[in-house]
C-alpha cells in the first residue's frame, strides 16, 4: 500500500537527517520534494498545497532549526499534519439505543458494497451482534445470489425480496429483523457505473423509508481522486456518516485516504484489505500515517 509514496518520503527524510543542522532552505528543498510525491500519489492539489503550507509553518521557526534533532523535528510534524489531515479516529458504528441498528450502504458498482456488506456483518457478529443482510441491489442479477452466498459462509442471514422496489425491500427488513431477534440491519443498495439522479433518488428513497442509523459510502480506493469527487457527490446527496475505503490491499498510491476527509469532511470509518470476509480494518489515522511514513 502506497509504495511509491512511502519510499519517495522516506527517501526525502533521510536526505534531511544527513544534513545535522537545517536551514530554512533545507526545509523548502524538503518541502517541495514532500508536495511533488503527494502530488503523484494523487492527492488532492488543494489538499497538498495546505498540508505543505503548514509544516512549513511549523518547521522553519528558530526554535526548530535550531533544536538538536531538527530533522526529527520536522518529520514529526508531517506526522502529526498527516494523522490531522485524515481526520480522528473512528472504526466504529454507531448501535442504537433501540433495535435494530440501520447501515445503508452506497456507493458505485464494483466498489465492494457487497463484499463489504458481509464483511461488516462478519466483525458484528464476532462482537455478539445478530446481524441481517438485506439484498437491495435487484439490478445486478448475480448481486442477490452473491449476498446469499456470502450470507450462508458467514452463517448471517439474508433478507431478499428479489426484484420488489427497493424501498419496499428495506422497509420490509426492518419488520423482519424486529420479528426475528436480529439487532443490525445491514442493507446492500445497488450501485451504477456512474453518479445519475436516478441512483440517487432511490438512495434517497431508500433512506427516507427506513431512516438509517448510518450511511456508509463504500469507495475503491485504487480510484483515486475520483474516489473523493464521488464522496463529495454522495454526502452532498444523502449526508454521509462515514466510508468505507476499500481495495487498500492493491498497488493504490494513496490519493484517496489522504483527501477524502479534508476535501469532504467525512471520516473514514473502516478500511478494507481483501476479497476475504476478516478483510475489514478500523481505520486508524496514526497507524495510516505511519505506515506511509514507514
Ligand atoms: P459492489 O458492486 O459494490 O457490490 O462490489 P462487490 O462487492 O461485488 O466487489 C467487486 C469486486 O471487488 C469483487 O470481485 C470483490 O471480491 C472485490 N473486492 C471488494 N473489496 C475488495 C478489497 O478490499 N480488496 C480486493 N482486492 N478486492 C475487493
Known sequence: MFQGLSEKLQETFKRLKGKGKLKEADVNEAMREVRVALLEADVNFKVVKDFVAKVKERSIGQEVLESLSPAQHVIKVVHEEMIDLMGGASGKILIASKPPTVIMLVGLQGAGKTTHAAKLANMLKKQGKHPLLVACDIYRPAAI?????????????????????????????????????????????????????????????IKGSVKPHEILLVVDAM???????????????????????????GDTRGGAALSIKAVTGCTIKFIGLGEKMDALEAFHPDRMASRILG
Do not use: C, Y
Open 223 to 249: 480510484t483515486g481522486q475520483d474516489a473523493v469527487n464521488v464522496a463529495e457527490s454522495f454526502h452532498g446527496d444523502l449526508g454521509l456518516d462515514g466510508v468505507i475505503l476499500t481495495k487498500l490491499d
Open 145 to 205: 445470489k452473491q449476498l446469499q452466498v456470502l450470507g450462508a459462509q458467514l452463517n448471517v442471514p439474508v433478507f431478499s425480496m428479489g426484484e420488489e422496489n427497493p424501498r419496499d425491500i428495506a422497509k420490509a427488513s426492518i419488520t423482519h429483523a424486529n420479528q426475528n431477534g436480529q439487532d443490525v440491519v445491514i442493507i446492500d443498495t445497488a450501485g451504477r457505473l456512474h453518479i445519475n439522479e436516478e441512483l440517487m433518488g432511490e438512495l434517497r428513497d
